[in-house]
């Protein structure tokens, strides 16, 4: 049988495409960090928090960074139970993914602190 995005067999995502997304979702978050670096000049990242980004202009851009992050871990977390791993590690990256999102929702500046108590669950 040929390997398929989806094998209707076990109703799982196959592997190299659940990489795929989550390799392609983390490079989406760099790039949109990046080019908010640039279009931002006045923004010192040796001194600045990178969540200080949506404080600027384009700080509506940073909800992207934090949904392709989430994705990231969403997709890798979804990956590793193709490999029948533990459900308390996939528990712990849904969460994470969870408060990536709500970190991108809430933004410094109009909700300071539930942005900091999402990047804080989420480190943990």
């Known amino acids: 049988m040929r390997n398929s995005a989806f094998n209707p067999m076990n109703n799982k995502p196959s592997r190299y495409w659940v990489g ?13 960090v990046l080019g908010l670096q640039l279009v931002q000049p006045d923004y010192q990242p040796r001194y600045q928090l990178m969540s200080e980004l949506a404080l600027g202009r384009y700080g509506w851009a940073m909800l992207f ?31 994470t993914s969870l408060c990536f999102t709500g970190a991108g929702i809430f933004r410094l500046g109009p909700a300071t602190e539930l942005h900091i108590l999402f990047m804080a669950i989420a480190f943990i």
Request: overall charge positive; hydrophobic content about 75%.
């Open 20 to 32: 795929i997304v989550a390799v392609v979702s983390a490079l989406g978050f760099v790039a949109v």
């Open 65 to 95: 960074a934090f949904l392709f992050l989430a994705l990231s871990i969403f997709a890798i977390q979804v990956g590793i139970a193709t490999l029948s791993s533990s459900p308390a590690l996939r528990v712990i990256l849904l969460m």
